[in-house]
């Protein structure tokens, strides 16, 4: 028995003896493939612009909270030069006094260190560190004990004879001169 | 010629593909790079106002005791105002040490800058002075060392030391010179005046 379709649809009418099945098949294959492609390029675009959103979502808080917080940091930077300045000063202040210190102690201890039968008549210093010592004996021998103290009070300096000279009506009283060097 | 059309579909594919890496996909990697690299610098920033700005009350803190040990020796005050706190200094330690200021005289002469002060902006401005002193020898350096612990800020140096002549009912004398550098703190360079105060 011949059945016919009386329903027939524009298409069918319009390409006659084609039939729609053979021509989906014979596209089928391609367009399937240019499909897959728009499809994985619009799920990359899709995927990539999720994330360059979630990342946006992410960094404007931080850049607010950034923006806020500028203002502490300023204050803590001006606090902070401000404290290493008053620390320097206060070292400066305090390396003054320990300099000041040292070089009393060191007269008294040249003062206090003098033989017997040795006195002192000039001491000088110059701000690099370099002193001469004058000063008057009745022996030779105190003269270099003299001169090993002044070496022991300072084991960086260098204690040295300048000179001796006998002096006095019986030549009996010794000037001598000693140079220290103290320079670091 | 024929036209193969799997081929073709292929070949369009391909294409696609190729310029969605280049339009779509490198461009927005580019852009999520720049965003990380955006994040990192943000959080570092923050992790640094915030690590700052907790240091603050204890900067406060360590500046006001800063402060009040300065303000003990005044290095903060003007020059005119420093240069009579350390006359007075000098006045106050020879009469309690029975010495005698034989001299008191601005050194013109270029101060030594220790190493901390070599910096382009000095911290200290130093006032120059030559002391002289006359007194036996103990109060001479009990002068000294008092003039050190007081209220005045100074490096002294001994320029010279010599016995000086005997007076009629005294006992053995001596002359001192000391080099007096009075510190006081320099004027900040972030507010310069060039004028003296």
Known sequence: MIRFNYHQSPYERLFGAAPAALLTERLRIPLATIGAALLTVTATWSIQSHRVA???????????????????ELRAERLTASVARLRALRAGVAAARRETLAATNTIALIGNDLPPQTWLTNVGSTPNGTWTIDGRSTRVGEIGTMLRRLQSIDDGATARLVSIAATGRTGRVLDFVIGWD??? | MTFDLPRASLFMAVLI????????????????AERYVQLDAARTALERSLALARRIPALTAERSTLEAQLGHVHVRDRRAVTIERFLRAVAGAARR?????E???ADVSPAP???AERAPTPLFDELAFDVSLRGRYSDVIRAVRELNTGDVAARINLASLGAADRRPGAGPQLNAAFHVHV??????STNHN???R
């Open chain 1, 54 to 72: 979630g990342l946006e979502n992410e960094l404007n808080p931080l850049q607010l909270g950034v923006h806020a917080a500028s203002a502490d």
């Open chain 1, 182 to 184: 103290r320079r670091p």
């Open chain 2, 17 to 32: 593909v190729l310029g969605g890496y280049l339009l779509v996909f490198r461009p927005l990697e580019a852009t999520i």
């Open chain 2, 97 to 101: 040490d029975d010495v005698a200021v």
């Open chain 2, 103 to 105: 001299n008191i005289s």
């Open chain 2, 113 to 115: 800058l220790p190493v």
């Open chain 2, 183 to 188: 510190l006081r703190e320099a004027d900040d």
């Open chain 2, 194 to 196: 060039p004028r003296p």
